[in-house]
C-alpha cells in the first residue's frame, strides 16, 4: 500500500474503476476510524464529483493513478492548500527547463498550465489546445491569416521550426539560419554546396526575402510579384528598367527577372541561369516583330554564317546590347544610327568606338589605321566622313555575322529593297560592286586608279 503525506486524510484513489484505499499511517484508532468512514462517502472521483476526471486521452500519470494528493494537499473537509506556484510543484517530478540561452515566456515564468492541463487532455502531453492553437493563444494570429501560409505552419506544426521549452538560439529555432530551412529544403541545401555563385540574400539569411510563416504572395514574398522584391535591393536597375524606351521583352513575361536570373544560386555570374549567350538564345531563336522592326532568328543567323563578330565570339550579347533595356535602337549600350544614311558625327558612332579607334573615321589618310585602303587613302573616311550622306557602318558591315570577312554583309537594307555589297577580297585589297556604285577596286601596295 502506498503512503502520503503524514497528517493527510485518507482519500480514495479511482484505477480502471476500482476503489482503493490509502491509509495515511500511525495515527490513533478513533481518527482511523473516521477516515475509514469518510473514505466510504469520499473519493476525488465520483459520480457527482470530478465525473469526468481521468476520462480524456492523455491523462497526467498522478491522476491516472488516484494520486491526487501529490499535487493537492488536504487542509480539511474538501479544502486544500492553494497552489501559488504551479511551476515549483511541476519541478518536484518534472526536471528543470530553463537552463538555456533562450527560454520560452512561460517556462521562464514558471507557467506550465498556461500550455499544459495538469489533470487531462484530448491532446498529447495534456496541451491545452492542438498544434498551432495552442501557439495562437499567445501569438498574433494575423501572421497565419494570410493567402499563402508556410507548410508546417499550415499544419499547425509550430515545434518543426520552434522549440516549446528552451533553446540556444534565438526565436526558440531548432537549428541557426539557413540550416533550420535546409532541415526541409534539402534540393536547396545540395543547390548551395555545388554551385558557383550564390545570391547574397539568400546566402546570409532565407528571411531576407521570404517570411518563415506566411505571406500574402507567393512563396510568402512581402511583395507583389518576384520584381518588386528585386527592386528594393536593386534600386538602380528599377529607375533603369522604367527609363528605358526600348524594352527588353523578357522582363514582361510572366516571370520577369527570374526569366534570366536565379534568385539562389548559379553556375554564372549575375545569378544567371545559363551562359550568357546560351541564355540569350533561349529566345533568340526566332524572329519577332517589334516597333524598330524585324528581328532575326539570331540563332540561326549565327549557325548559318561563320564569320562572327568580336563580342559574339566571345559569347557576350551585352557587350553592345543593355539586357535590362535602353534609349538606344535595339537596346545597344550606346547610340548606333539605324539608317543607311547619317551626316558623320563621332556620338553617332559610341556604339563602335567603345572597341574600334575614333581615328578609324576621321584620319584621311593612313598606314596602319585600317585594312580598307587604296594606297594610303583611308576608305573608311571617304565612305563615313561626309556631312550629307554619310554611309553608317551597318551601310557594310553586319553587327552579328556573315560568311564574308570582316563581317561585311551580301546585302543592307535599303528601304524595301536589299542593296546588294558586292564585296570581293584579294591579298592586298579588294573590290566592291554595291548597288550604289560602279564597280570599284582598292588595293594597300598598289593604289588603284578608278574611273
Not at 69 to 88: E, L, Q, R, W
Request: proline share 6%; charged share 20%; hydrophobic share 30%.
Amino acid at each position: 500500500m502506498k503512503r502520503i503525506r503524514s497528517g493527510v486524510a485518507p482519500v480514495a484513489a479511482a484505477v480502471v474503476g476500482a476503489l482503493i484505499l490509502i491509509p495515511y499511517g500511525s495515527h490513533d484508532n478513533a481518527r482511523a476510524t473516521d477516515a475509514k468512514a469518510a473514505a466510504a462517502n469520499e473519493s476525488c472521483v465520483t459520480d457527482k464529483c470530478h465525473a469526468g476526471m481521468g476520462k480524456e486521452k492523455f491523462v497526467h500519470g498522478p491522476v491516472a493513478s488516484g494520486s491526487c494528493t501529490s499535487c493537492h494537499i488536504p487542509t480539511g473537509n474538501h479544502k486544500f492548500k492553494p497552489i501559488t506556484n504551479s511551476g515549483k510543484l511541476c519541478l518536484d517530478c518534472h526536471e528543470r527547463l530553463d537552463s538555456r540561452k533562450v527560454v520560452h515566456a512561460p517556462v521562464r515564468a514558471g507557467k506550465c498550465t498556461t500550455c499544459h492541463d495538469p489533470h487531462q487532455s484530448p491532446n498529447k502531453f495534456q496541451l491545452r489546445k492542438a498544434g498551432g492553437e495552442l501557439c495562437l493563444l499567445c501569438h498574433d494570429r494575423a501572421m497565419v491569416s494570410t493567402k499563402f501560409v508556410h507548410g508546417p505552419v499550415s499544419v499547425g506544426d509550430c515545434t518543426a521550426c520552434h522549440n516549446p521549452h528552451q533553446g540556444d538560439i534565438p526565436k526558440l529555432l531548432v537549428a541557426k539560419g539557413n540550416d533550420l530551412c535546409f532541415t526541409c529544403h534539402t534540393d536547396k541545401a545540395e543547390a548551395f554546396k555545388s554551385s558557383k555563385f550564390s545570391h547574397a540574400p539568400a546566402k546570409d539569411s532565407c528571411l531576407m526575402c521570404h517570411s518563415p510563416h506566411g505571406g500574402n504572395f507567393r512563396y510568402n514574398l512581402p511583395t507583389d510579384g518576384e520584381q518588386g522584391l528585386c527592386f528594393s535591393c536593386h534600386a538602380s536597375k528599377q529607375q533603369e528598367i522604367a527609363e528605358a524606351t526600348t524594352k527588353h521583352k523578357g522582363l514582361e513575361t510572366s516571370k520577369k527577372c527570374l526569366a534570366c536570373h536565379d534568385p539562389h544560386v548559379a553556375g554564372y555570374p549575375k545569378q544567371l541561369r545559363a551562359q550568357p549567350m546560351d541564355l540569350c538564345m533561349t529566345c533568340h531563336d526566332r524572329e519577332y516583330n517589334s516597333p524598330t522592326g524585324r528581328t532575326a532568328n539570331m540563332k540561326e543567323l549565327l549557325a548559318k554564317n561563320i564569320d562572327h563578330h568580336g563580342p559574339i565570339k566571345e559569347k557576350d550579347c551585352s557587350s553592345c546590347h543593355n539586357t535590362h533595356g535602353s534609349k538606344n535602337f535595339r537596346m545597344l549600350r550606346e547610340y548606333f544610327p539605324p539608317v543607311f544614311y547619317s551626316g558623320y558625327n563621332p556620338d553617332n558612332y559610341k556604339l563602335c568606338f567603345m572597341c574600334h579607334e575614333q581615328t578609324l573615321a576621321s584620319e584621311e589618310s593612313t598606314t596602319t589605321m585600317t585594312g580598307f585602303r587604296n594606297g594610303r587613302k583611308n576608305l573608311h573616311y571617304v565612305h563615313v566622313n561626309k556631312q550629307t550622306k554619310g554611309r553608317t557602318c551597318r551601310a557594310c558591315h553586319d553587327a552579328h555575322a556573315t560568311n564574308n570577312p570582316r563581317h561585311i554583309r551580301d546585302a543592307v537594307p535599303f528601304g524595301a529593297w536589299k542593296l546588294p555589297v558586292g564585296f570581293t577580297k584579294t591579298e592586298t585589297g579588294g573590290s566592291c560592286l554595291p548597288g550604289c556604285h560602279k564597280k570599284v577596286s582598292y588595293d594597300r601596295d598598289k593604289p588603284v586608279e578608278n574611273n
